[in-house]
T-cell receptor, first 113, second 115 residues
Framework: GENVEQHPSTLSVQEGDSAVIKCTYSDSASNYFPWYKQELGKGPQLIIDIRSNVGEKKDQRIAVTLNKTAKHFSLHITETQPEDSAVYFCAASKIQGAQKLVFGQGTRLTINP | NAGVMQNPRHLVRRRGQEARLRCSPMKGHSHVYWYRQLPEEGLKFMVYLQKENIIDESGMPKERFSAEFPKEGPSILRIQQVVRGDSAAYFC?????????????FGNGTRLTVT
């Protein structure tokens, strides 16, 4: 089955700097890759997703890149702000049928003012 | 437009008791997923249901765990004879349909503590 590895497990950056979180996946049939942000005591919130027919997607300060050949994808947050502090999860699944997301282990991002 | 609603938010059970977790999907959503999150870990898929049907329960433990999504009312995740290892956060997600362009929207979870 699918296996998703996520790095780093913790990341601390200065406010205004960029943050990059990387994930690798094992199943070449996976074609949907969402990123979730989880704040303390809350459920995961979808922040951006990418499908395998696209190499990059941007939404304001957030971007995701996908390298299908190498089976890895990355989340980029630019101009970080204190409210970006949270745990971020990558996930992978096949679009067809049930969305059985396989999650990475999470990255705890801390933005230092 | 209310999001996915889960209750209770916190549930404490003694070993051997039953836990019942409820999930009301977003309005118009007929697909429900349950995931479990152990401390400091990612979420793990448990079960996928449509109204009155279990579609995929490959992530559910074979014993003590069951799920339903009746025609009327919320989806229920039931854990019988709880053990300490069942302590976790249980999240429900819903989507309007399976497949493309249907991202999962998660509730805020039920945190189960087994004493």
């Amino acid at each position: 089955g699918e296996n998703v590895e996520q790095h780093p497990s913790t990341l601390s950056v200065q406010e205004g700097d960029s943050a990059v979180i990387k994930c690798t996946y094992s199943d070449s049939a996976s074609n949907y890759f969402p990123w979730y942000k989880q704040e303390l005591g809350k459920g995961p919130q979808l922040i951006i997703d990418i499908r395998s027919n696209v190499g990059e997607k941007k939404d304001q300060r957030i971007a995701v890149t996908l390298n299908k050949t190498a089976k890895h994808f990355s989340l980029h947050i630019t101009e970080t702000q204190p409210e970006d502090s949270a745990v971020y999860f990558c996930a992978a699944s096949k679009i067809q049928g049930a969305q059985k997301l396989v999650f990475g282990q999470g990255t705890r991002l801390t933005i230092n003012p | 437009n209310a999001g996915v609603m889960q209750n209770p938010r916190h549930l404490v059970r003694r070993r051997g008791q039953e836990a019942r977790l409820r999930c009301s999907p977003m309005k118009g959503h007929s697909h429900v997923y349950w995931y479990r999150q152990l401390p400091e870990e990612g979420l793990k898929f448990m079960v996928y249901l449509q109204k009155e049907n279990i579609i995929d329960e490959s992530g559910m433990p074979k014993e003590r765990f069951s799920a339903e999504f009746p025609k009327e009312g919320p989806s229920i995740l039931r854990i019988q004879q709880v053990v300490r290892g069942d302590s976790a956060a249980y999240f429900c997600a819903s989507s309007p349909q399976a497949g493309d362009n249907s991202p999962l929207h998660f509730g805020n979870g039920t945190r189960l503590t087994v004493t």
